[in-house]
Structures are given as structure tokens and as C-alpha cells.
């Protein structure tokens, strides 16, 4: 049985920091990178994406087509800009889901 992996991804200064936490880090230039580097990602063996809002943003299409799979659970955070509400915004959606009323 293989072992699943955590990366990280989104610009230099928002996932550098992470790799002292013992995460894989992706720093991607461009959303178009990110996108290239989020596939590669999904057909290795990571479990868990941790992506930066501001890449998230350009790229809702791509993190949408993984929102149903087992693998990998992409989780937003919020990069160095700061958060643009969109992680809380997914978090709050799922609850609602599962939960079948908003209570957050």
C-alpha cells in the first residue's frame, strides 16, 4: 500500500513557508501553471492540495472537476494577499450539504 501526500500550491511566498511543516511545496508563477501543476498532482499520489484563494480563483473549473473525487481533497487557504472569503465560502457550502441548513 502506497503512502498518500500533502502538497501545497500557489505562489512562492504563500507555500515556501510550508515545507518547514514537512508539505510538498508548488510554487506556480502564473494561474496557467498552477492549473498544469494541480492535474499533475491528481493523477500522482496526493491526498490532500492545499491551494492558495488567488490561484483558486482563476482556475474554478479545474478545482471544481476534482470536488467530487476521492482524491485529491483540494482545501483553499488563504495566500499572501490575505483571504478573499473564498475557502470559508466552499467550508460553508459543504456544511450546508451535509448538514442541510446553514449553521456557520
Not at 502564473?30 to 492549473?35: G, I, K, L
Not at 492558495?52 to 472537476?65: I, L, N, S, W
Not at 473564498?86 to 446553514?102: L, Q, T, W
Given at each position: ?73 483540494i482545501i483553499l487557504i488563504p495566500g499572501k494577499e490575505g483571504s478573499l472569503g473564498i ?18
Amino acid at each position: 500500500m502506497s503512502e498518500y501526500k500533502i502538497a501545497v500550491l500557489g505562489d512562492r511566498d504563500s507555500v515556501l513557508g510550508f515545507r518547514a511543516l514537512g508539505l510538498e511545496a508548488f510554487p506556480a508563477e502564473t494561474v496557467e501553471e498552477a492549473r498544469r501543476i494541480l492535474h499533475n498532482l491528481a493523477k500522482e499520489n496526493y491526498a490532500i492540495v492545499y491551494l492558495t484563494e488567488q490561484y483558486a480563483a482563476g482556475m474554478a473549473a479545474d478545482v471544481a472537476r476534482y470536488k467530487d473525487e476521492l482524491t485529491p481533497a483540494i482545501i483553499l487557504i488563504p495566500g499572501k494577499e490575505g483571504s478573499l472569503g473564498i475557502g470559508m465560502a466552499n467550508v460553508k457550502s459543504a456544511v450546508e450539504r451535509a448538514v442541510g441548513a446553514d449553521i456557520l
